[in-house]
């Protein structure tokens, strides 16, 4: 099973920008759908974005607009960018292969 690290997360005025990695271990060629994961605290894990093997993306409305996902198969890394953050953004970030495993998340903040 394909090992997940996300990094790249951090503390943000809103308006702001940051941009998210998730390496994998193994080749990510043949997976077909990877995603972006939030937790907000108190709340439930949400759906950020997902790509598929293709390059097909999808967004809830919540940051259509604003994030774009990316893959890098020859790299085996996936990529959210994030801009004009807000506040309500904050939270833990996973990236996750669909079906399959979770990265251990990095931490986005969006504060002023």
């Known amino acids: 099973q394909v090992q997940l690290v996300e990094s790249g997360g951090g503390r943000v005025q809103p308006g702001g920008s940051l941009r998210l990695s998730c390496a994998a271990s193994?080749?990510?060629?043949?997976?077909?759908?990877m995603g972006w994961y939030r937790q907000a605290p108190g709340k439930q894990r949400e759906w950020v974005a997902t790509?598929?093997?293709?390059?097909?993306?999808n967004y809830p409305d919540s940051v259509k607009g604003r994030f774009t996902i990316s893959r890098d198969n020859a790299k085996n890394t996936v990529y959210l960018q994030m801009n004009s953050l807000k506040p309500e953004d904050t939270g833990v970030y996973y990236c996750?292969?669909?079906?399959?495993?979770w990265g251990q998340g990095t931490q986005v903040t969006v504060s002023s």
């Open positions: 193994g080749s990510i060629s043949r997976i077909g759908v």
């Open positions: 790509i598929t093997s293709s390059g097909t993306t």
């Open positions: 996750k292969v669909i079906p399959g495993s």
